[in-house]
């Protein structure tokens, strides 16, 4: 399924189901979908129109970057768009789920259960091992880590042998694989990156997001990752370009350079 977005008056495909701008019902559903989403923050002449009828499909086993410029709704998409905030208008879709639909118990059990969220900061607990903290979402679940795919994921990300050591023992890119192993222990539908290798060097980060591109191509993962740095989209598979609360363009194939025209012309460097 290719991406599928509208906003501004435009759209890159017919829109040719009720479900889904550019969904078919004999399609799978897409990992996530966004139909209308708006989000506006305070009332009157106050009001800050944070996304603007924003619709977006994006396919399961995909990686995709969001950027834009500096107050152009990028964090309140991703928020949105994982159920950690609800939107002003519009329904956010998991899967077949709709996340707008849910009361607040639910949708922390959707989140906890299907989403796995990687950030900046690593919050690591630091009287944890690096074990115990890969598989903390499972055990405030109550549910048992299977040895076989905490095996997998700790050899995915490069944390075999480091299972019992502390977060203080670990270098800043061993802690971010160690958040990423913890985002991916549930078997989650969506792994969502807000900056997560803003507080790496370059070339821990670009480790993290080889890292990241792994998980999509050899455990078929979807990510959707809000970034402002052209190098790390280049990771992705497509880049969303977010401006004034609006998708305004999207780039299939990214390269850093690419990228960087891109949103250097949408002012972001100004």
Known sequence: MPWIFSSAGRTTAPASSALSPGFHSGEPAPAVRLDAVSKVYGRGASAVHALRGVDLAIPRGSFTAVMGPSGSGKSTFLQCAAGLDRPSGGTVWLGDQELTALDETALTR?????VGFVFQAYNLMPSLTVEQNITLPLRLAGRRADSDWLARITDQVGLTGRGGRRPAELSGGQQQRVALARALVTRPEVVFGDEPTGALDTMTAKEVLALLRRTVDDLGQTVVMVTHDPMAASFADAVLFLADGRIVDRMA???????ADRMSRLGAWA
């Open 253 to 259: 194939a990214p390269t850093a350079e690419r990228v």
């Open 110 to 114: 959707m989140r906890r259960d299907r």
